[in-house]
């Protein structure tokens, strides 16, 4: 079958091609635009019980809240360290005062009726509960993604503190410019903040995104299929209006591989763009100190002494300031959130608690294994495949499995014959082999170490989620690895009409948690409809 036979989109010149995806790329940013612009925390009743009922949801709120445009504990967590180093200069954001503590030893000590101890315990642990001050319990500022000193007594957020330490100095400069502050005008300065922060990166990232496919495919049809996917069809399109760490985390994997994929010989900027771009998204996602550890023995040369050491020194920088800033702002160089478990997190009112309001445990997808039982087998099923799966979510990543052994195949000796740089060539040059080989081993590669990572290290997804977000930054390498399984569907009719339904499904999948990424993904939602009892 002649190539002009199977699909139309091949029958376009490549400007052409290129103006498709520019068109989607400017319709893509401007509705992530337009979502941001609007957008606000809304209350999904399932999510709450009636008053009166017993069990271990929330309560319905029972006052009109104000309105907020944080979306959830885990964005306000960041925002508040944000707050807490422009009017504070500190890390803390809140404190609970020892005073009940000493108060509720002594009255302990000067007890003589001991059928009364319980009571006492009682009026003193809700005594030092509603003790606590400071901006974390301010109305609209509450998040349980929090950690308590238990030497100090000080509330620091569980997020690693490099990224809203950032923020704080653009943030302070959109102040001054201004004279809005983040306590006073919240949406106006959060929303200004995530246009800086995701929608600009993320068209960037759409541009630079298309320009690694065009080199890696002279198909037209999938060039415009992945940008299309890229746009609308993952779970990077949800995140887009609210602050966190996945989407940054994609665009700067993006960044550094378009940097190493450059068809011109190594540059001193692209060296450093790939160095900068790999370490800073290791903050964002520890589990990506493997991509910056593949781009270093990949894809770089060390004989080239000069471009090695300007990308070890760019990335390293960003590893270093993570590392002191842990040291800064609680004394220990791992981050908070290494403490899960401990003191740390087990404290008198902690969200943590295994146990509810009223004694009983807690049963929600943050206590799925420790108090429902699941299995380890039972999460990688869901993980995977199942209601949060990497793959049942976007389809199109299970032709990135394909796609990768294919091209490994192609290679032959997996396109490792030279220990050049940054690969040289385009799709017409002897190098482009080479390419695909070391792009099919570092998205398997990283694939198969990250999800062995969470899989060992994590069980509950993520949380609430509306899908596995602590994968979401492989997306890029997996669209990309998808290119020679799509090259081969072209050429069938029933190939495409596959494509298009797995495109479908992504596109889906990203569309559902329109109002907020932090919601649970459709297909958990339909097993629950179908008479799966879930986690709630």
């Known amino acids: 079958m002649e190539k002009n036979e199977t699909d139309g989109l091949s029958l376009l010149p490549v400007s052409a091609q290129k103006t498709v995806c520019w068109l989607l790329i400017l319709v893509a940013g401007s509705m ?62 809140g404190q609970r005062p020892k005073g009940p503590f000493v108060a509720s030893a002594c009255a302990l000590v000067g007890m003589n009726q001991p059928f009364a101890i319980p009571l006492l315990l009682e009026a003193g642990k809700l005594s030092r509960i509603k003790g606590d001050t400071g901006l974390l319990f301010e109305e609209g500022w509450n998040s349980i993604d929090r950690v308590l000193k238990p030497d100090s007594l000080e509330y620091y957020s569980s997020k690693p503190p490099l990224f809203p330490t950032l923020l704080a100095g653009w943030t302070w400069v959109l102040q001054k410019a201004t004279g809005w502050t983040l306590k006073e005008q919240p ?11 995701n929608i600009i990166p993320f068209c960037l990232y759409l541009l630079l995104f298309a320009s690694i496919v065009f080199r890696l495919t002279e198909s037209g049809w999938v060039r415009i299929l992945l940008v299309t996917a890229a746009a609308f069809g993952t779970l990077v399109t949800p995140f887009l209006i609210t602050l966190n760490n996945h989407t940054p985390a994609v665009f700067l994997v993006t960044f550094a591989l378009w940097a190493v994929l450059g068809n011109n010989l190594p540059s001193v900027w692209k060296a450093f763009l790939a160095g900068a771009s790999s370490g800073l998204a290791f903050t964002m996602e520890l589990p990506a100190l493997s991509f910056f550890a593949v781009l270093l023995v990949l894809w770089l040369d060390w004989r080239q002494f000069w471009i090695l050491l300007i990308f070890l020194i760019s990335a390293l920088s960003f590893m270093v300031a993570l590392a002191a800033l ?8 791992l981050p908070a959130y290494s403490e899960f478990g401990g003191p740390w997190y087990d404290y008198e009112g902690s969200p943590w608690n295994p146990f509810n309001a009223f004694g009983d445990l807690k049963r929600n997808i943050d206590f799925a294994r420790r108090n429902m039982g699941e299995t380890r087998p039972e999460y990688a099923f869901h993980l995977l495949i199942g209601h949060h799966g990497l793959f049942s979510l976007t389809p199109l990543f299970l032709l990135s499995l394909l796609g990768g052994f ?23 040059s002897t190098g482009i082999g080479e390419t695909q080989g070391r792009l099919a081993i570092t998205t398997l590669g990283l694939t198969v170490i990250v999800v062995g990572f969470y899989l060992f290290k994590s069980d509950n997804y993520g949380g609430m989620s509306c899908g596995p977000r602590w994968l979401i930054w492989l997306s890029p390498l997996l669209l990309l690895c998808t290119i020679p399984a799509l090259e081969r569907l072209n050429v069938r009719k029933n190939g495409r009409i596959l494509a298009y339904f797995f495109l479908a499904v992504g596109v889906f999948s990203a569309s559902w948690p329109a109002w907020s ?18 986690y709630a």
Request: glycine share 6%; proline share 4%.
């Open 32 to 93: 992530a635009a337009g979502r941001l612009a609007s957008v606000t925390q809304l209350y999904d009743p399932t999510l709450f019980r009636a008053v009166e009922e017993r069990n271990s949801k929330r309560a319905w709120i029972n006052k009109k809240p104000i309105p907020v445009v944080t979306l959830s504990s885990n964005d306000r967590s960041r925002w508040l360290t944000v707050r807490a180093l422009l009017e504070n200069g500190t890390f803390v954001i």
């Open 187 to 197: 949406a106006a300065i959060i929303r200004i903040s995530l246009v800086a922060i």
């Open 326 to 333: 842990n040291w800064i702002s609680i004394g220990s160089f």
């Open 406 to 428: 294919q091209w490994l195949v192609k290679t032959r000796g997996f396109g490792l014959k030279t220990n050049s740089l940054f690969v040289k060539g385009n799709t017409c």
């Open 517 to 534: 990424p932090w919601k649970l993904p459709w297909i958990y939602d339909l097993l629950v409809w179908w008479g799966w009892s879930g």
